[in-house]
Each structure stands twice: as structure tokens, then as C-alpha cells.
């Protein structure tokens, strides 16, 4: 079965801090995909990244970056110099490719963490 | 503008009352979908259409019910028989053709049953 763990359910840090929000994932299919999206306090999740299980190679955005291992099941998300803005609740999400019983593109999502960055 | 529009943002309701909550795209996505948020839940999904005049149950499909008669709409009704409905409700949106590509997510609506 699918399944998203975020084991971090609330972190703070200070302005300018690096902080990694973890994501450990299962899933029985050899293919499938991985996304972060961003939730700030008006509610609206916004998609962040799109990861596919076959490019493991980690990505970075600006001050955004993605750790991807396969080996671990993980799909962790850094932020390097954290900023105020940054303050939101942070979901993982799995999406198995093959189309099982109808709900092919379907995201399992983890809780969420929530950040906070205090100035 | 192109996206996603729910409403309304927040709506009280009586116990034993239903409601429905509207979700409209101007996207052309196919495929359609609500969640329910609780504090500390993450997103679980209630129902889910992938075309129009047909819907699939999600994981908590108990006392909610669905329509889509047409592309850009998505209405979803909570029912009477829902026994814990006060949540945020958030409606999404995803394009039918390829790999599983992002949902888009309108503003969301807070229900609160007094």
C-alpha cells in the first residue's frame, strides 16, 4: 500500500537557517512520482516540485533543494537561508503511475510539517 | 484569470443540515478531486472525477456526495449522515493526459456545524 510519512509535525527555526523537511515514502510500483506542495496561511497548496522515480538526481531552486534516494524511500526538501515567507505547512505527496482500479494520478499525501521562521 | 474558484470561504451549518460547496475551473483539466483537511490529518481524498458524469469514491467518501454534469464544475454536497463535518474542504484540479502531473488547488472553504 501507498504510504507518506513526514515525521516532523511542527519545526522552527530563526531567520537565515537551513532547515530539511523530511519525507519518507512505500509504495509496491517501480514507477511513480513524488511532489512538495507549499501551503501558507491562505490556504491554497501550491505545487513546488515533481519528481518521477526514475531521476534520482537532486535538483535545486533557487533557495529550494531536493534530495531524492531510493535507497532510503526519501524525498527530503531543504531550504537554505530560511526567510519569514518560508512559513507554511509543507505536504509530501505520492502518486503511483500504473492506473489501479481507476485512480491512476491519485496523491497519497503525508500530514504535513509546519514551518515557521521567526525574524 | 485562469484557476480555481471555491465558495463560499466559509459557511456555518446546523447539525442535520446538508451543504454544498462549490468548485468551479476555467483550467479545461479533466479530472477533478476534493479533500478534506483536519489539523494535524495532512489532505485525505473524498471524491474524485475524471470525466465528465462520472465520479469514483475516494477514502472518506461516507456522507458526502458528488456531481459532474459538467467539465468546470464539481459541487460537493455535505450530507446530514457526515458525522464530523467541520473542516477545511479544498478542491483541486489536474490535467487527464500524460504522467501524473500536479494538482492545482483553488482557496478552499471552512466549514464549521454549530
Known amino acids: 500500500a501507498q504510504k507518506v510519512t513526514q515525521a516532523q509535525t511542527e519545526i522552527s527555526v530563526v531567520e537565515k537557517e537551513d532547515v530539511t523537511l523530511d519525507c519518507v515514502y512505500e509504495t509496491r510500483d517501480t514507477t511513480y512520482y513524488l511532489f512538495w506542495y507549499k501551503q501558507p496561511p491562505s490556504g491554497e497548496l501550491v505545487f513546488l516540485i515533481r519528481?518521477?522515480?526514475?531521476?534520482?538526481q537532486n535538483e535545486i531552486s533557487g533557495r529550494y533543494s531536493w534530495n531524492f534516494q531510493k535507497s532510503t524511500s526519501s524525498f527530503n526538501f531543504t531550504i537554505t537561508a530560511s526567510q519569514v515567507v518560508d512559513s507554511a505547512v509543507y505536504f509530501c505527496?505520492?502518486?503511483?503511475?500504473?492506473?489501479?482500479?481507476?485512480?491512476?494520478?491519485?496523491?497519497?499525501f503525508g500530514k504535513g510539517t509546519k514551518l515557521s521562521v521567526k525574524p | 484569470d485562469g484557476g480555481i474558484t471555491q465558495s463560499p470561504k466559509y459557511l456555518f451549518r446546523k447539525e442535520g443540515q446538508n451543504v454544498t460547496l462549490s468548485c468551479e475551473q476555467n483550467l479545461n483539466h479533466d479530472a477533478m478531486y476534493w479533500y478534506r483537511q483536519d489539523p494535524g490529518q495532512g489532505l485525505r481524498l473524498i471524491y474524485y472525477?475524471?470525466?465528465?458524469?462520472?465520479?469514483q469514491k475516494g477514502d472518506i467518501a461516507e456522507g458526502y456526495s458528488v456531481s459532474r454534469e459538467k467539465k468546470e464544475s464539481f459541487p460537493l454536497t455535505v450530507t446530514s449522515a457526515q458525522k464530523n463535518p467541520t473542516a477545511f474542504y479544498l478542491c483541486?484540479?489536474?490535467?487527464?493526459?500524460?504522467?501524473?502531473?500536479?494538482?492545482?488547488f483553488g482557496e478552499g472553504s471552512r466549514l464549521t456545524v454549530l
Open positions: 472525477s475524471q470525466i465528465v458524469n462520472d465520479f
Open positions: 505527496a505520492l502518486s503511483e503511475a500504473l492506473n489501479y482500479g481507476g485512480s491512476q494520478g491519485n496523491l497519497i
Open positions: 483541486a484540479t489536474r490535467y487527464g493526459g500524460g504522467p501524473p502531473g500536479e494538482l492545482f
Open positions: 519528481r518521477n522515480s526514475f531521476d534520482e
